[in-house]
């Protein structure tokens, strides 16, 4: 099984032609026959190269605008045959098929495809089937066969036949032949995903989500994990948009950290992209959002709702970064910032904090679309929360209905605490946070930090008063008990948005009532775990 032989031919096809030329050359000065097909042929001939069309392995010319072009016998019997076994060998001989022993192939660009925009009738003819028959075949005979789906590994196969004889050996094969079926599964799971997406809303008797397929590309090796013993690499879906479409134009690499913040960040604001607004995250959690009539200001207000975490935060803004926003960042330690593009006036002055990273995306992300999580042994998937508050699903609850004013922050309330981790309270006043309690066992404890904090940020603004008084609040689920809706009364809050839905509604009502609370009721619930 572990037998190295030496290559003696090479079947290359490819739509990405990087690098393919210099490779081929050191193919055929090792003595390797090359044969090749369509575009890529043409590209090897055009360079001097001897090529063998593949035709005169199949004795049958290609086909059907090229669907049909190398899924013959002539040559998945050169593919597929184990040279260990005589009576294989034989087989092979008798029928004039010589053995394959390198396999070049990168399939047609299905995923860049998606990300263009193409119609259906094109994507459909971007679907690649000789490519990954022949990967498929070359990989599952990794004992006999190097098959290499990546350009980067050209040089290391290239190194590795002139080192060994013209041959691959056995552990490279096996490393290869793991890498291409790992290729393949990503590229499976892309058009899977897309055919998934189309499928007519009435079509209920498949239900295709039985067998769920997910991959993409590795676009960078992270240092570590979220700690230092963890080991972690960041992957892009193929089509997705989001925080992995971001481009880094200045800053030290991400870390894991870095990352999954920059994610929660991302996504809240994209919740505000009708709005001029900031978002500023600590630890997966919004430390502060805000909207307002500049980018400046609505910077200013998230990062004031909560100073002290603020402090090596991560930003994200709604709109293009200005120079303004910028002189802003760059006056406290900031983790990363992005936003949908920037002025070049900006770029400079956060090119003078070298360390910030500094991300920027073509568009604010369309929320939506599915999210996954691991579990022992499994995955977790569903829809992402993209739940809006409708007019017509608000339930005034209590004898007070909010005022214009209330109306308005609570409806930003709402719209935050969904990005907050659950048991969540959110305070909010003038468009901005004024106090965040996130990730707590008890809905009363999320309740008492949320006005901790903006106790604190008051304190450190100098400010006489708390600025939860005259605040409304947002909670992500029921009150369980009216422990929360007192401890929210006692911050000074006028309004409240919650879910509803409790068996104690009517003693949350009650509580609210006493207090001269307008409570409001969405039928929703937020959970983020």
Not at 44 to 59: F, K
Not at 232 to 247: L, M, T, V
Not at 290 to 309: F, I, M, N, Q
Not at 419 to 425: E, G, M, P
């Amino acid at each position: 099984m572990t037998t190295s032989h030496p290559v003696r031919r090479a079947l290359l096809s490819v739509s990405d032609k990087e690098g393919l030329v210099p490779f081929a050359e050191r193919l055929h000065a090792a003595g390797i026959e090359l044969v090749s097909t369509g575009g890529t042929a043409r590209t090897l001939a055009d360079a001097g190269l001897p090529v063998i069309d593949v035709a005169s392995l199949t004795g049958f010319p290609e086909m059907l605008d090229g669907r049909v072009k190398t899924l013959h016998p002539g040559v998945h019997g050169g593919l597929l045959a184990d040279l260990s076994k005589p009576d294989h060998v034989a087989a092979i001989e008798k029928a004039g098929i010589g053995p394959i022993g390198l396999v070049v192939s990168n399939l047609y660009p299905f995923e860049s495809a998606i990300a263009k925009g193409l119609g259906e009738a094109d994507l459909v003819e971007t679907i690649d089937v000789g490519g990954p028959s022949m990967t498929r075949a070359a990989a599952k005979n990794f004992a006999h066969v190097a098959i290499v789906v990546d350009t980067d590994d050209y040089g290391a196969v290239a190194d590795a036949i002139e080192q060994n004889g013209g041959a691959v050996p056995f552990a490279m094969r096996r490393r290869l032949a793991a890498k291409a079926f790992a290729r393949l599964s990503a590229y499976d799971a892309a058009i899977a995903a897309w055919l998934g997406g189309v499928t007519a809303a009435d079509d209920t008797a498949i239900d295709h989500r039985v067998w769920q397929a997910f991959g993409g590309k590795r676009v960078a090796e992270m240092r570590y994990g979220e700690n230092p013993h963890q080991r972690a690499d960041f992957y892009r879906s193929a089509g997705g948009e989001g925080i992995a479409a971001a481009r880094v134009v200045q800053g030290k690499a991400l870390s894991y950290n870095n990352v999954a913040d920059a994610d929660a960040a991302w996504t809240a604001v994209a919740d505000f992209a009708d709005d001029v607004a900031c978002v500023v995250v600590k630890h997966a959690n919004p430390c502060g959002i805000a909207v307002a009539g500049t980018l400046a200001e609505a910077y200013e207000a998230a990062r004031l709702a909560d100073p002290v975490s603020a402090f090596g935060g991560v930003v994200a803004l709604s709109r293009p970064l200005d120079v303004a926003t910028a002189e802003k960042i760059a006056a406290i330690f900031t983790e990363v910032v992005i936003a949908p593009g920037a002025s070049d006036e900006a770029l400079a002055v956060l090119a003078k904090k070298p360390n910030v990273r500094v991300l920027l995306a073509d568009t604010l992300p369309t929320p939506g679309g599915t999210m996954v999580r691991s579990v022992g042994g499994g995955l977790l998937v569903q829809d992402i929360d993209a739940g809006t508050l409708e007019a017509g699903d608000v339930k005034v609850a209590t004898k007070r209905a909010p005022t214009e004013a209330e109306w308005a922050d609570l409806r930003f309330a709402w719209r935050v605490v969904k990005h907050v981790k659950s048991n969540a309270i959110v305070y909010a006043k003038g468009g901005a946070t004024v106090g965040v309690g996130a990730g707590q066992m008890s809905r009363v404890d999320a309740a008492r930090i949320g006005a901790w904090k903006a106790e604190d940020a008051a304190r450190e603004a100098g400010e006489a008063e708390t600025r939860t008084k005259g605040a409304v609040a947002a909670s992500d689920a029921f009150f369980p008990f009216a422990d929360g809706l007192e401890t929210i009364a006692a911050a000074g809050v006028t309004a409240v948005i919650q879910p509803g839905g409790s068996r104690r509604d009517e003693e949350v009502i009650a509580a609210a009532d006493a207090a001269g609370i307008a409570m409001v009721m969405t039928g929703m619930r937020h959970f983020r775990h």
